[in-house]
């Protein structure tokens, strides 16, 4: 993993209540006291990261854990083909380089800030006996990984399908994950590239940049200030359904 020391911060007090509410909604420590989450954060520092930075690479020393306190990082790797893959999107108070943390072992995957983000890292050497007197957490821990699991199957069944419903499963489960009401419809507030969105579901940019442009012409989805919404998320669920196979 890259150390940059000059953009490694402790914990600020001024922030520090903001941070100990955004890491307590998540699944992890939610059941922690006040104290025991300043315990977490005193454990912690902050780095910064630029819009398309690297975070870290596949096969990086993985010395432990990280907190997205703001902005959102793309966990994937580079198949045999060359092609770039992407696994999934990290928001703000979710956790990601969980297997490293537990084995330390090397990272197996890329991670990318997508747009500039401020991130909690936690070494762990000092996470380790925190679980150890936390049972809990670590219970929670693997509740978390099989959840990761669940999602890599669902994403090699779903590789099975065609463009438009694999395309459409995508925009649906980022929606679930980032995506706010509007009058306009459902807008994922998470900013992808049609690249970034090719590597989620395992297509070219062109690809996804052609069905896009169909979607957008029957009105189904629409471009506002770079951020994609979901006109009729209903309508559009049909769309993810694979189509019935003909006998």
């Avoid at 454990?43 to 997205?68: F, I, P, S």
Wanted: aromatic fraction near 6%.
């Amino acid at each position: 993993m890259r150390v940059r020391k000059a953009e490694e911060n402790a914990v600020q007090h001024g922030s520090w209540e903001s941070r100990r509410a955004l890491i307590a909604r998540n699944f992890l420590f939610a059941n922690l006291t006040a104290g025991e989450l300043d315990k977490v954060l005193a454990l912690a520092r902050v780095t910064r990261y630029a819009a398309r930075e690297v975070v870290w690479r596949k096969g990086d020393y993985g010395n432990g854990m990280m907190a997205v306190l703001a902005g959102h990082v793309k966990l994937g790797a580079r198949a045999a083909s060359g092609r770039e893959l992407a696994f999934g999107i990290v928001k703000p108070g979710e956790i990601f380089g969980e297997i490293a943390l537990l084995d330390g072992q090397a990272r197996s995957v890329d991670a990318t800030a997508l747009d500039a983000c401020e991130i909690l890292f936690i070494d762990r050497r000092d996470f380790i006996p925190f679980l150890a007197g936390h049972p809990d957490i670590a219970i929670r821990l693997m509740t978390t990984l099989c959840a990761r699991l669940r999602r890599t199957g669902q994403k090699v069944e779903d590789s099975a399908l065609g463009l438009a419903p694999r395309l459409a499963r995508s925009l649906l489960q980022l929606a679930d994950h980032h995506g706010r009401s509007s009058p306009e419809g459902l807008r994922i507030e998470c900013r992808l590239s049609q690249r970034d969105l090719g590597q989620l579901i395992g297509m070219s940019r062109e690809s996804v940049n052609k069905q896009l442009g169909r979607w957008r012409r029957q009105g189904l989805i629409a471009f506002e200030h770079r951020v994609l919404v979901i006109r009729d998320p209903g309508l559009f669920r049909h769309l993810a359904e694979p189509a019935p196979a003909i006998n």
